[in-house]
């Protein structure tokens, strides 16, 4: 899917990493599916702990990656807030909650992406 070089792509995940830190997302995992899907080059999942916290998490990122240039092309999800998904083009980014994380298991679906420290990814 890559729009942009492999350097900008990394820094729109770090970017979107950080502004998820930033509000307390937890357990974020990052999964490279470049080499198996069109869709995007990187899975960004986390989860929050209430409806407010995932609006939160989703405007964070949003608001982080859009000052970089990088706007949100689709988002879907807001208003419920229990699965939020922000799509950047080569990047797409899942925001859930406990229930429907564990529900839907993004994780297991993508098992053929690669897994991506996200402290390795930050220091690239």
Do not use: C
């Not at 979107?16 to 999964?31: F, Q, S």
């Not at 706007?71 to 950047?88: C, H, I, R, S």
């Amino acid at each position: 899917m890559t729009e942009l070089s492999l350097e900008k792509v990394n820094e729109m995940a770090k970017m979107a990493i950080e502004a998820l830190e930033d509000k307390k997302a937890e357990d974020i995992r990052v999964i490279d599916i470049s080499q198996v899907s069109v869709l995007a080059d990187y899975f960004i999942i986390a989860n929050g702990s209430n409806r407010s916290q995932i609006q939160a998490l989703s405007d964070s990122v949003e608001e982080k990656l859009g000052r970089a240039g990088y706007p949100v092309k689709q988002m879907e999800g807001y208003e419920t807030a229990n699965w939020v998904l922000l799509d950047f083009g080569d990047i797409m980014v899942h925001i859930f909650d406990h229930e429907n994380r564990i529900f839907y298991d993004l994780e297991r679906i993508w098992r053929d992406g690669k897994i991506v420290d996200t402290n390795t990814l930050k220091n690239k």
